[in-house]
């Protein structure tokens, strides 16, 4: 069975289990997409659930895609399978601008399905069975299951309740002779938080020290709403053969339904993971590609606007938050848009609390307990829905709690 509960499980739902693989019975679709197909049967929901933008996908990305469609006759086949060649060179070209990364696009790129298919690849290029993969918790829910399905052993280090920051000492605690590698994701994804420049810099002493990888889930890295740009340890360059970086397209552009990330780091890692690349996708969708490089070549207002909207967007849900902080509790997000909303005034569980939500409220939240040990006790919202929907939301919320908090 997976570390926690399904959602859909909860809900009644059973799964066949013979003649099912031992990897794939031990691992759960994440709630994140649960709680949505759920929500199907209940009319009228809406959604603080799954981490998708209100946005459209920028026209000028639509045009490009659109015209390349039209013009050139190998858009709808096969690229190569670390991505094209363009692509390749206009990402580095970007992390070097904007993070002073230096990449060669031949050896160090690969263009992945989301960050996702690049996070699942890397894992299970490096994970044996019974290696331990740290996981700062409350953490990204589907990290979890893809330590499962490379039949990992997931060893949770809870991040500071006080402001989510990340806690080395607890990481240290947590390292064994199995420990293979730590996934950071800063900002953070499900608490919002931004992760300190000196907190980085000691795990990165730590993983030196003791040979683990690091790896970087960067898909929210353009998104932070105090000071400055979030530090990662792809900037560390004594990490250089332990540490990748992942970066999604998904967020930054809006595309989120266009599939497209990259994984970066050094070339004989990324050798390895090309052949788990191969075997499970192939190359990321074409089009897609087409998509991301007329994202990064064109004009880069869009992603300004986009932070902008979205800071307002948090400071509108905290306000509403704050008027219900009787019966609620919860840490101003620095960066992302999640935050982890702790239910003190409530005895149930996450899973059940999230449940009765979305048939009593009609409101589509993610139990905590889907982010690791750590998460429970808390219910996950996402601020990226439009002005009216979050209003409406909030509304239903602070009904409900009135009602039962």
């Known amino acids: 069975?997976?570390?926690?509960?399904?959602?859909?499980?909860?809900?009644?739902?059973?799964?066949?289990?013979?003649?099912?693989?031992?990897?794939?019975?031990?691992?759960?679709?994440?709630?994140?997409?649960?709680?949505?197909?759920?929500?199907?049967?209940?009319?009228?929901?809406?959604?603080?659930?799954?981490?998708?933008?209100?946005?459209?996908?920028?026209?000028?990305?639509?045009?490009?895609?659109?015209?390349?469609?039209?013009?050139?006759?190998?858009?709808?086949?096969?690229?190569?399978?670390?991505?094209?060649?363009?692509?390749?060179?206009?990402?580095?070209?970007?992390?070097?601008?904007?993070?002073?990364?230096?990449?060669?696009?031949?050896?160090?790129?690969?263009?992945?399905?989301?960050?996702?298919?690049?996070?699942?690849?890397?894992?299970?290029?490096?994970?044996?069975?019974?290696?331990?993969?740290?996981?700062?918790?409350?953490?990204?829910?589907?990290?979890?299951?893809?330590?499962?399905?490379?039949?990992?052993?997931?060893?949770?280090?809870?991040?500071?309740?006080?402001?989510?920051?990340?806690?080395?000492?607890?990481?240290?605690?947590?390292?064994?002779?199995?420990?293979?590698?730590?996934?950071l994701c800063s900002p953070h994804n499900p608490t919002g938080a931004v992760f300190s420049r000196e907190a980085l810099r000691a795990v990165a002493d730590l993983a030196l020290e003791k040979g683990f990888f690091v790896l970087c889930d960067e898909t929210y890295d353009f998104l932070t709403y105090e000071g400055e740009a979030p530090f990662s340890l792809l900037n560390v360059p004594e990490l250089k053969r332990q540490v990748l970086g992942f970066f999604s397209f998904s967020k930054k552009y809006a595309m989120t339904g266009w599939r497209v990330g990259a994984v970066v780091g050094d070339g004989e890692l990324l050798d390895q993971i090309m052949k788990v690349h191969d075997a499970a996708a192939i190359c990321a969708p074409t089009p897609s590609q087409m998509a991301a490089l007329a994202a990064l070549e064109g004009p880069q207002d869009c992603v300004q606007e986009f932070r902008r909207i979205l800071e307002a967007r948090r400071d509108r849900v905290c306000r509403r938050l704050d008027a219900m902080a009787r019966w609620v509790s919860y840490v101003k997000p620095k960066g992302a848009y999640y935050l982890m909303v702790r239910t003190h005034s409530l005895a149930e569980d996450s899973m059940t609390v999230a449940l009765r939500l979305l048939h009593e409220a009609r409101v589509i939240t993610i139990p905590g307990a889907a982010f690791g040990p750590d998460g429970e006790g808390h219910i996950r919202l996402s601020f990226g829905g439009s002005e009216e929907e979050l209003d409406e939301a909030m509304d239903r919320l602070e009904a409900w709690f009135r009602k039962n908090g």
Not at 18 to 37: D, F, N, T, W, Y
Not at 125 to 137: A, K, Y
Not at 157 to 179: C, F, H, N
């Open 1 to 183: 069975m997976s570390v926690k509960r399904s959602a859909l499980e909860a809900a009644g739902k059973s799964y066949r289990e013979e003649g099912i693989s031992r990897r794939v019975r031990g691992i759960a679709v994440s709630a994140i997409k649960e709680m949505p197909l759920l929500a199907e049967k209940v009319p009228g929901c809406v959604s603080l659930g799954q981490g998708i933008p209100s946005f459209r996908t920028p026209e000028h990305i639509v045009e490009a895609v659109c015209r390349s469609l039209r013009q050139d006759p190998w858009i709808g086949k096969y690229s190569l399978g670390p991505g094209l060649p363009a692509l390749r060179r206009a990402l580095a070209e970007s992390l070097r601008e904007e993070r002073g990364l230096e990449l060669d696009p031949d050896r160090e790129v690969c263009i992945t399905v989301g960050a996702m298919e690049g996070l699942c690849a890397a894992m299970l290029t490096l994970v044996d069975r019974g290696d331990e993969v740290l996981l700062p918790s409350p953490n990204y829910a589907s990290h979890i299951e893809q330590v499962l399905l490379a039949e990992g052993r997931p060893v949770f280090s809870p991040l500071r309740r006080q402001d989510w920051g990340l806690d080395p000492e607890a990481i240290r605690a947590k390292v064994s002779d199995r420990t293979k590698a730590l996934v």
